[in-house]
Nanobody, 114 residues
């Protein structure tokens, strides 16, 4: 299984970034695709999750600013991040949840300067 994430970078507070992640070689049906992040010194936290056939869910701090979407045909999940804040800084990981396990990408760094 390979998850290839892209789109991280340096942005000023108030700006936008779009992360994308494409999954290949997934051995079973996908239950959900998600984005997590880990800020320096903090534990990894779930940012947004999109269940197959269901709606999205978000951590409270990003509601109204971030949007998760999925291209079913390409097994690609994206995270549109608007109105970025310094506290959004961290390494963002995409994840695929299947009926046989969870798979993780390598992480992409997002740095928001204030």
């Amino acid at each position: 299984v390979q998850l290839q994430a892209s789109g991280g970078g340096l942005v000023q507070a108030g700006g936008s970034l779009r992360l994308s992640c494409t999954a290949s070689g997934v051995p079973s049906s996908i239950k959900a695709m998600a984005w997590y992040r880990q800020a320096p010194g903090n534990q990894r936290e779930l940012v947004a999750l999109l269940r197959s056939g269901g709606g999205p869910s978000y951590v409270g701090s990003v509601k109204g600013r971030f949007t998760i979407s999925k291209d079913n045909g390409a097994n690609t999940v994206s995270l549109q991040m608007n109105s970025l804040r310094s506290e959004d800084t961290g390494v963002y990981y995409c994840s695929v949840h299947t009926y046989t396990g969870e798979y993780w990408g390598q992480g992409t760094l997002v740095t928001v300067s204030s």
